[in-house]
């Protein structure tokens, strides 16, 4: 079935290792060639592990600036690295160095440089990628460097990007790998989805990080359906999560059970619906319902 209209739909969770992205992989897998798939966890980026793209273009990131010293103009008078406050100057063998990933971009002492040897740059903070993965899609993924910041707008620039990919070629998902948690980049990945799939699992620190995340999206007036993945691994846990889905009025799709599946995959390279176990068939039949809901217009948001 398709939908009518482009949908795009954000796979999150409250905390990191729930099989989030093993599972929006598979909804990817489902949707093929209908879909243009997003990878938004910018700093712990592997949804290429399962599809394994082949990068047509890549483009460097650049976010903030930092520190740069002109050497044939330092005096070495030392001014800089005693007033450096993220001590990311040093001046070791008669030359001024900048640690490139302590400095903060302040621009003090670019300021207070008597010589004026000092600039401020536009620093390299990752790189974003355009590809074909192994399904024959458009895959849009990034990489942020080691300490580098702005991690919400790269992962900005990735839906964008995304999202002329899905006009330009006529796709009707936008299907996105949001990161784990409820900071910048969670909030940057929000922003013009239509819903938001949470996968949850049943423990105290995975109710506790859902519940902060629903108070987020909640801001952005998003419709909102769970998978509780694990079910079976702590009933009670699994009862008290239900209970706050029905309370807050969160669609419950599907439980699906604890299975070393989710590492057969991830070894194999495989998303969950190329494997044979009985998950195959609950994440086929929750990607149907996914489509029927979305294209007869019965998500809406409710205060």
Known sequence: MQCGKKHEIVVLSGKGGTGKTSLAASLAFLAQDIAVVADCDVEAANMHLLLQPDCQEAHDFFSGHHA?????????????????????????ENTCMVNTVSCEGCGYCARICPANAIQMKPAHSGQLFISHNRLNTPMVHATLNIGAGNSGKLVAQ?????????????????????????????????????????????????????????????????????????????????????????QQGITHLVDIPFDD?????????????????????????????????????????EV
């Open 158 to 246: 990735v839906k964008n990007e995304a999202k002329s990919l899905a006009k330009q070629q006529k796709k009707e998902f936008i299907i996105v790998d949001g990161p784990p948690g409820i900071g910048c980049p969670v909030i940057s990945s929000l922003s013009g989805a239509d819903l938001v799939i949470l996968v949850a699992e049943p423990a105290a620190a995975g109710n506790h990080d859902l519940k902060r995340l629903v108070e987020v999206i909640k801001k952005f007036r998003i419709n909102m359906m769970c998978i509780v993945n694990k079910h079976d691994i702590n009933q009670e846990k699994t009862a008290e999560l239900k209970s706050f889905l029905q």
């Open 261 to 301: 599946v989710f590492t057969r995959a991830m070894i194999a390279g495989k998303t969950l619906v190329e494997m044979h176990s009985p998950i195959n068939d609950t994440i086929r039949s929750t990607w149907l319902k996914i489509m029927n809901e979305l294209d007869d217009g019965s998500l809406k948001f």
């Open 68 to 92: 740069a010293v002109e050497q044939e103009a330092c005096t070495l008078c030392g001014t800089c690295e005693q007033i450096c406050s993220f001590d990311a100057i040093a001046i070791r």
